[in-house]
Structure formats: C-alpha cells, structure tokens
C-alpha cells in the first residue's frame, strides 16, 4: 500500500497547528486544587482550585461544600456549585496551565507511599487533580499529596511535578 504524499504532508501540518491550549477543550472546568482542612478545635477549610481558564479560584470556611465519595469522584454539578463559592484572586497563563493538564494527563494511578498517620489535631494539607468523564459528567480526584495528621504520597513523577507547582503558588 502506497501512502500519497499529500495524505503525509495533510497530517505534518495537522500536528503542527495543534497549539499549547488545545488540551484545555475537555469539558472539565476545574483541573487542580490545593486545601487545608482541620476540624480540630473548630473547623477550618480553605484552599484554592485552578479552572480551566487559569483562574485562582480561593474559597474560605465554605457553608455548603460538596466532599469527594469515599471512592475520590465529584459530580460536575456539584463541582460547579463549590467553585460558586470561590473568589478569583489571580491567574497562570495559559501556556503554564496547558503544561500541568498534559502532565495531569500522564499520571499513572496507583503508585502512592503507605497512608500513615503522623500527627494530631494538625488538620492536612491536601492536592488533586481532577480528571473529567463527559459521558459521567463526573470528576475522579487524583491524590498529588497529603500531609498533616495523615500522609501519603503520589510517587508518579507527573503528579509530584503537578504537587510542587501548586505549592508554589500563592494566593491572596
């Protein structure tokens, strides 16, 4: 079978006009988040998502939180009403944005540090990724890092890339 050269150089520039961003177009509003939770003493929740546009969207001691299942989904939904709750307080570019959803893409589950417990009333530290199912409509988190009363670590170099950035990123 011969390949015609117009077929080949159809498909050299098919790839060549894919930009940076066209990863972002998967339905998911909301790819990342970073939280602190504590319900020692009190309860404490804040924390921040990154959406699909790149906006830091903040949330602080929120009055009708929908949670994960026990088995890490969210319904998109409910996502949506959480994230109604937030307050943009600032951006990553697009292109920064583009890089960690590739990343998020890549991650193999499954490969995580035992869950243990290291302290006391300290509340955790906690990061996912989301990835989203248009047929479900549904999020399934992904577990970057926890840390604080209970620890566990995703060693999937991908989801600590993922980790390190939102660490990194502050939020007012």
């Known amino acids: 079978m011969k390949i015609k050269p117009v077929f080949v150089i159809f ?7 894919c930009d940076d961003e066209s990863i972002l177009y998967d ?7 970073h939280y602190y939770i504590n319900y020692a003493w009190g ?14 969207k903040k949330f602080s ?19 949506e009403e959480n994230l109604k709750q937030c307050t943009i307080t600032g951006s990553v570019s697009k292109k920064e944005l583009s890089n960690y959803v590739y ?17 006391f009333d300290a509340g955790s530290v906690a990061s996912y990724c989301y990835k989203y199912d ?24 991908n989801a600590q890339s993922i980790d390190a950035w939102l660490k990194s990123i502050k939020v007012n």
Do not use: C
């Open 134 to 157: 248009r047929t479900t409509q549904m999020y399934k988190a992904v577990l970057l890092d926890v840390y604080g009363d209970w620890a566990q670590t995703n060693y999937d170099k």
């Open 27 to 33: 339905g998911a509003v909301v790819y990342f988040s």
């Open 61 to 79: 001691q929120p009055e009708n939180w929908h949670f994960l299942t026990n088995e890490g989904y969210i319904s998109a939904s409910k996502m």
């Open 103 to 119: 990343k998020m893409h890549l991650i193999v589950e499954g490969n995580y540090s035992e869950r243990k417990n290291e302290m």
């Open 43 to 56: 309860y404490n929740h804040s924390g921040f998502f990154v959406d699909n546009e790149g906006n830091l």
């Open 11 to 17: 498909l050299v520039f098919s790839f060549l006009s």
